[in-house]
Each structure stands twice: as structure tokens, then as C-alpha cells.
């Protein structure tokens, strides 16, 4: 089966491309007259209309629960949303139910991901006691694990790593050639602040999950790193003091950083509007973050924009504040927000690019994607960049239909995705 994609707006210019099967078989200038012999030749055409074409987002942190927490998302609900949110592939956090801990709870995800609409990648969750299972697996040919995940604080139903044992992990991770993600908040620094802070609110979440205690967390990680040597991403800084942290360490072939879209865009003056919609962790910081944060896209210290897609029941997140878990929908809002970004002069597509997908693929080598090139697969992403509309979170299709950013006027829309090469329209 091959498809022409007509008139694509590629950042080197417009462009036919041509698909067949699965990949891009070709690149074409897209001239008039060629347009009309290729409708000939090829078994379909789409007029692309000269709409934005990038990679297909790849995001590399995100949660789709399903297994035994189907009612909160599953590998359907999910897929859904990251195509409408121009998503093609993405990495799979552990702290599921069971959790991805060992190879038995592995196999069990893998059977439930085959329901999956777009491709997928998963993370080993490291506990106190499963480094044999972790080695278990890596002694199998495992392409479609991407690394382990280290929670240094309870989240979401996640285990909690001690820290005498992040070195160990940090070992395995580099015999065999694996990155480690690291959420670094604290655990005993979250249990002083909680003990300090005795106004249980919203408004003190920020306080409460002190920005102390990811710091801490991050220097600690990025000091033992250095003494190891291996592989470390950063997940979601929230700080500019982790920001400084990251520049002193980093090193482009071993430290990489991600930020999520709500940390760059949010802060805690939101949370008068949102209330627990804005509960995340770590939290929603201040003005001066989101500024730093910025700076730390522009400058390189940031390597990845991950959505942390966490989705939890409305009614959970109705809960008073102790109750409602962390965590919010961020496949359907993710690259539309940096899109308005873009459209707002604050991101140049190059950058989005890079941040959203050909870094992903270049660091995790992730073969044949994250670039639109002859002979990658054709994940790709359609973007009506006039297109401005409202953010809705009731016409969502994960399953958790609240965001701390509905009703937020955007300009840019997906309207069409490939996953190797299947169309997918909106
Ligand atoms: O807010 C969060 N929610 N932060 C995390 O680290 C975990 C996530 C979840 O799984 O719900
Ligand atoms: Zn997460």
C-alpha cells in the first residue's frame, strides 16, 4: 500500500511524501505537475493542504495505567488521546497496579499494551529488594524496555527506592547500558515538611512537598552519578535550583533533564482557580521557576518536554486535598501548548522538535524514528498552526476529563497523525 501525503509543510520546506507500508519510502519537492502524476502512480492521496508536518511526538513519561487501574485509563482510553494529542509513542511509567517490577508483572503489562493504537516503550521500576528481577530481564533481548524508573518518594501507588540503594541501581543501569529516570523528590524531607506545615491545603501544597526536598533529591542523584558514571534523566524539574544544579553537572552524553509542560506554564497562582486539578508532583512552583525553567530549554539543559500523563478519576480528584491523589491528563494538552508557544513567539519549531521527539529518539536509540527522513517509520503529526480554539476537558478521550488548563484559549491544532503509516483523523 502506498499513500502520497500531499503539500506537507516540513521545516525545510514543502514537501510530498510518500508512504509505503510502514515507512517513508521517499521525499519529494512537491511541484505541481509531479502532484498530479504521483496521484497516479499511488494507491491514495491526502492533500495535506501545506499544514505543519512533524515527528510524531514521542513522549518519554507517561502513565497509562490499565491492569488492575482500567477504570482510571486504559491502553485504549490513552492511545485515543495521545493521537489527538499528535503522541505516536510512549514510554510507560511502572508504578501500575501490579507493579513493573519484575518479569512476571512485565508479561502481564505486555498482554495489555497490545491493545495499544500507537507504539510503546516501558520502564523497570526499581524497589528495595528486586535487583535480581531487574538483571532477569535485562538478560533477555528487551527492546521494548527503555530503562528504570527510581521514585525517591512516595507519588501514586509507586514504591520508594531508600537511598542506600540508589547505587546499586545505578550500577545494574550501567552494565547493562541502561538510563535510569529519577523522580527525586525526597521521601524523609516530605515527611519534616509535613510535620512543619500543619494547614492541610491546596494552597500549601507547594510548601508542603517543599521544593527542599527535590533539590536535595536532584543534587544527591547527579553526585552519585558522577561517581558511577551512568545513564540519568532527571524528571521533571520543577526548580531553578535544580535548573543550576543540572547545568553543573550535565554532560550530553549522560545527564539529561526533562520538564513537563504544566511546570513550564503553571504555577501556584493557579491553584485558586483549579483547586486539586492543579495537585501534582512535585508541585506547581512560582513565576521565578517557570522563568528559569525557560531559560533551561533555551539553553540546552533541558533534553525532553514529557507530558507525566497521570490520570486519575474525577471523583478522586473532588476529594479534599489529603485524599485527592497527584496528577493530571497531559496527552491531549501537551504539544498543543507549546504549539501556542510557538505561535506566541516563546519556542521555534526546530526547538519543539527536538524537545519532543528527536532527542527522545537519538538518546534512548530508539531506531528509525523521531525524524522524518527515507526509510523511518511514518509516525508523523498534522498541525493546523491558524486553527485557535478552547481547551475542553469534557471532549477529552483519556478517561480523566478535568485539566488544570481547560478552558484555556490555544492557537494550533492537530488535526490528522500517522502511526507507521495508519492514519488516524480529527
Ligand atoms: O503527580 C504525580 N502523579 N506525580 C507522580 O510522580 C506520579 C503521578 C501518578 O502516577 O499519578
Ligand atoms: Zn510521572
Redesign the pocket.
Known sequence: MKTVLKNCKLIEGVKNIIIEDEKIRDILSSRKDEGRQLEADFNRTIDIRENLVIPGVIDPHT?IRDLEQSDKEDWISASKAALAGGVTTVFD?P?TIPATTNLINLDLKRKAAKKSLINYRFYIGATNNNLKDIEQIFGYETPDIVGIKI?LAG????DVLEKSKIEDVFRIAKKYDRIVMV?TELQECLNKWDLKIKEKTIFNHNEIRNRECAINGTELVLEIAEKIRNKLYI??ISTAEEVELIRKYKNPNRIFCEVTPHHLLLNESILEKVGNFG????PLRTEKDNTALWEAVYDGTVDFIGT?H???KLSEKILDYSRA????PGLETGLHLLLNEVNKGNLTIEKLVELTSKNVAEIFDLKKRGDIKIGNYADLTVIDMNRKWKIDADSFNTKAKYSPFDGMEIQGKVVMSFVNGKRFEF
Open positions: 502513565h511509567m508504578n521514585f507519588s501514586s501507588s509507586n523522580h524528571a521533571h495537585k501534582v508532583n512535585p507525566d497521570a490520570p486519575h491523589p497527584s496528577g493530571f
